[in-house]
């Protein structure tokens, strides 16, 4: 049964969009750029969450993860049974960087026509005031709902999601049935996001004077090799599994590629080591193991062939020197594709709040990148969705901004998911 449209016009009253704008701006203001050298962090703009969310007769408390970086839990129990939905935003932002090739303050939240600017209305703080604003509301309603609404108020989501990953570890997760993920995709209801494996390769050869490389061991024959190989795992998976609908298609990519590995470098030195970085981006029906085995089999070749190489050079010009050069790969992370099925609950719920709203079908589409769904989904096997108020491409830009109309509209979107997914399957209510 879905909720009537009595309940439907009560909740949407008191989505109050002055009260959203402020609320974003308010968050945009402040600097929650994770920077220990400036001095920044997400702590201010989770204090803030903390008292605001008190003043609206929340449940709320908040969780160290690391120092100057807290995760801020809101939590409303409309009823002690049925089920729990999360509601997941981050409070830390990416740095704006040469503030000066901005037209806008990056913390000034400047609304120009209608359209706020600044490092965060997008990614994430928009659709983070939403989806509070959203929570407000539907306790405001007065409408009776089946279960608990938390709102997850995480840090560290732009690098290592310690954030989520602490939530999870502390047991907040334990419960939750279905998370709502707000960042921005311009309205699309996404159920699925590309997986993530970063690695890192280290070549050790031997340093020398530029003008006797015969002396050392140089790695660059390794790079060129490893950079060959790389590409060739990914023309594997081009064919198989090939483009996926939503998420397009996978990748091999070195990011960065560095000689000497560390300190710096000289035209006339040959450096003795070297690194190659690598952002290895993956659709569903690829699996991480296997590609981890793909990694270390292309060290292991590359290593054999270029030796192989020196050898039959040094042959040639009857050198006798050491060819011990060494190649190793490591992981840095490992994050899975996620997938939810389209008859779950939420995505059902999902998608008749953006009919309700919108009045026309939504757009389905996948996440290019990890969020912290990734490991909501990946540890605690809770269903995803992935949606909210801005453009795809503008996260991470110079004048940063959000369409304050749909940052509007996501917050009813949100407030209208949780009243489908929470509305009483059965039994009489009053509304």
């Not at 939403?130 to 009776?144: E, F, H, I, P, Y």
Request: proline share 6%.
């Amino acid at each position: 049964m879905a909720p009537t449209q009595h309940s439907i016009d009560r909740v949407l009253q008191f989505i109050n969009p002055d009260e959203l704008i402020e609320l974003t701006a308010d968050l945009v203001k402040i600097n929650s750029v994770w920077d220990p050298v400036a001095g920044t962090s997400e702590q201010p703009a989770a204090e803030y969450v903390f008292n605001w969310a008190q003043k609206q007769g929340f449940e709320v408390q908040m969780d160290t993860v690391a120092p100057c970086r807290p995760n801020v839990i809101v939590t409303w129990a409309a009823d002690t049974g049925g089920l729990t939905l999360m509601f997941e935003g981050h409070t830390d932002v990416v740095t704006p960087g040469d503030e000066s090739v901005w037209d806008y303050d990056p913390f000034g939240a400047e609304i120009v026509g209608r359209r706020m600017f600044g490092r965060g209305t997008n990614d994430t703080k928009g659709n983070l005031a939403a989806m509070l604003t959203a929570m407000a509301a539907l306790k405001r309603s007065g409408v009776s709902l089946s279960g608990t609404i938390i709102g997850g108020v995480l840090c560290d989501e732009e690098d290592q999601m310690l954030g989520v990953r602490d939530f999870i570890e502390r047991g907040h997760a334990d419960t939750v049935t279905a998370a709502v993920i707000c960042e921005p995709q311009d309205g699309l209801i996404c159920t699925t996001q590309k997986g993530a494996l970063r690695a890192r390769y280290r070549i050790s050869g031997r340093m020398s004077h530029g003008a006797m490389p015969l002396a050392g061991l140089n790695t660059a024959p390794a790079v060129a090799g490893l950079i060959k190989r790389l590409h060739e795992l990914e023309l594997k998976a081009v064919d198989d599994p090939g483009q996926d609908d939503h998420l397009g298609w996978p990748s091999f990519t070195p990011t960065v590629i560095q000689a000497p590995a560390a300190g710096t470098p000289q035209l006339n030195v040959m450096p003795g080591d070297a690194q190659i970085l690598v952002d290895i981006r993956t659709v569903p029906g690829q699996r991480h193991p296997d590609i981890v085995n793909d990694l270390e089999a292309a060290a292991a070749d590359v290593e054999r062939q270029i030796r192989n190489d020196y050898l039959e050079y040094d042959q040639r010009l009857k050198l006798e020197r050491s060819r011990d050069l060494r190649i190793n790969v490591e992981m840095l992370t490992d994050r899975p594709c996620t997938l939810t099925d389209r008859d779950d609950p939420i995505v059902a719920a999902a998608d008749w709040a953006s009919r309700q709203q919108t009045k026309q079908a939504p757009t389905y589409a996948g996440v290019p990148g990890a969020t912290d769904g990734t490991f909501l989904w990946a540890l605690k096997n809770i269903p995803i969705v992935t949606m909210g108020a801005g453009d795809r491409q503008v996260p991470h830009q110079v004048d940063e901004w959000v369409d304050l109309d749909q940052l509007i509209e996501t917050a009813k979107i949100y407030a209208l998911t949780a009243l489908h997914y929470l509305w009483p399957k059965s039994g009489s209510r009053v509304d």
